[in-house]
T-cell receptor, first 110, second 114 residues
Framework: QQQVKQSPQSLIVQKGGISIINCAYE??????FPWYQQFPGKGPALLIA?????SEKKEGRFTISFNKSAKQFSLHIMDSQPGDSATYFC?????????FGAGTTVTVRA | KAGVTQTPRYLIKTRGQQVTLSCSPI?????VSWYQQTPGQGLQFLFE???????NKGNFPGRFSGRQFSNSRSEMNVSTLELGDSALYLC?????????????FGNGTRLTVT
């Protein structure tokens, strides 16, 4: 049973454009929502995270929007750069473990 | 500060064999988690250890086991390997592993079962 659903599976964006990735979760006990970035041959690296008492968090070009009532959260990548081409995973956590979304492969075209 | 170190990076084993993977967490981190990553199932939680105690376990068969040592280093073992065990095995460490402490992943061990 997939506890975190992520979409789209892949997306292509032009350099300077905005990438948007959406996630939905079921378990209302989740209280920590991180996003990870993974490059080929590397482990996932923490990008940005949010807790349910905050509706939005911004770090540089990356913004998380969180809608507790809808049980949804999203990642916005502003001014996308070719170096942002990677796979992005959303996750939701509690009780010492994270449940991950299936991942979104982002390709930024120069 | 050094990151999470996993050894070996690559392993090739035959069905029926067993394998042990090793993980050294970031200095000061007491929680170590293990995840399996496959193209079909994505990232799936195996288990988590804190102060040598397993606190949580995912939905994997008993062939998958792990342990943590007093220096927080961890090992995971897979016995009676099956073809479907071929995957990238990721170790992650965090300060407290309370579900809210950031997880820091290693680069994984790529296991191929033939």
């Amino acid at each position: 049973q997939q506890q975190v659903k992520q979409s789209p599976q892949s997306l292509i964006v032009q350099k300077g454009g905005i990438s948007i990735i959406n996630c939905a979760y079921e378990n209302t006990a989740f209280d920590y929502f991180p996003w990870y970035q993974q490059f080929p041959g590397k482990g996932p690296a923490l990008l940005i995270a949010i807790r349910p008492d905050v509706s939005e968090k911004k770090e540089g070009r990356f913004t998380i929007s969180f809608n507790k009532s809808a049980k949804q959260f999203s990642l916005h990548i502003m001014d996308s750069q070719p170096g942002d081409s990677a796979t992005y995973f959303c996750a939701a956590g509690n009780d010492y473990k994270l449940s991950f979304g299936a991942g979104t492969t982002v390709t930024v075209r120069a | 500060k050094a990151g999470v170190t996993q050894t070996p990076r690559y392993l090739i084993k035959t069905r029926g064999q067993q394998v042990t993977l090793s993980c050294s967490p970031i200095s000061g981190h007491r929680s170590v988690s293990w995840y399996q990553q496959t193209p079909g199932q994505g990232l799936q939680f195996l288990f988590e250890y804190f102060s040598e105690t397993q606190r949580n376990k995912g939905n994997f068969p008993g062939r998958f086991s792990g342990r943590q040592f007093s220096n927080s280093r961890s090992e995971m073992n897979v016995s009676t390997l099956e073809l479907g065990d071929s995957a990238l095995y990721l170790c992650a460490s965090s300060l407290a592993g309370d579900g809210g402490s950031p997880l820091h992943f290693g680069n994984g061990t790529r296991l191929t079962v033939t």
